[in-house]
């Protein structure tokens, strides 16, 4: 695979994503300095999240989730998706935001939220990118490059809303990150567990479909 055609295939979607969630927050736009910063937190938390999976065979687990789809184990791949994969990858993408995005005073709109919890998460899937894209061709090359920021940065972007509004409200953050983070990481779990089947893979594009017209319904809602 010609070095340059994986990187375009990461970089070319990762603007696209951005420029997107950055449009979604046009009523008061974060500068978009600040988002692309929050994606390169996003790109070396995903580079910490791999080194963490390969720490895994430590505590009797495999070190990632091809490893589970080549035994063909239903219950393997559903327990690794739902219990690892899901709040590991999660966890790694809500780390910088709870670490520098929540210092920031102006998060003052739901979307804000939403469009820091995007831009980390479409710099995670671009890391991760790097290591799935050279092992694919054709149609599932080009799938991958511009579904997978999307389908974390929807993942991510329940979290981020949920924690920014609360501290709208004047609730509390830790509250909202104690439901939201987990609600997350069973969606991505879930997704997980759908891709893998081809009689089940079209749900899965039905699963995240809703899930972005709801975080759109609950941006406009506000």
């Not at 046009?26 to 500068?31: D, G, I, L, T």
């Not at 899901?86 to 520098?100: Q, R, S, T, V």
């Amino acid at each position: 695979m010609i070095l340059w055609k994986i990187l375009a295939s990461i970089i070319g979607p990762a603007i696209f994503w951005l420029a997107y969630f950055y449009y979604k927050d046009r009523k008061k736009p974060e500068p978009f300095i600040n988002l692309l910063a929050a994606y390169l937190h996003g790109f070396i938390f995903g580079f910490l999240c791999f080194l963490t999976y390969k720490q895994l065979p430590y505590l009797g687990l495999p070190a990632g989730f091809n490893q589970v789809l080549a035994k063909g184990d239903g219950r393997q791949i559903l327990f690794y998706s739902m219990l690892v994969v899901g709040p590991l990858e999660e966890f790694f993408k809500f780390l910088p935001f709870a670490l520098f995005i929540l210092k920031y005073r102006d998060l003052d709109e739901p979307s804000d939220g939403v469009v820091y919890a995007a831009s980390l998460a479409i710099g995670f899937a671009s890391f991760e990118n790097l290591g799935y894209l050279p092992l694919m061709t054709g149609l599932a090359f080009f799938g991958r490059a511009v579904a997978s920021p999307l389908t974390h940065a929807i993942f991510s972007s329940i979290w981020g809303y949920f924690i920014v509004r609360a501290r709208i409200r004047g609730q509390s953050e830790m509250l909202a990150g104690l439901y939201s983070l987990p609600l997350a990481a069973l969606a991505h779990g879930f997704f997980n567990v759908l891709t893998v089947s081809n009689s089940l893979r079209v749900y899965s594009a039905i699963f995240i479909l809703f899930l972005w017209l709801f975080i759109i319904y609950l941006l406009e809602k506000k």
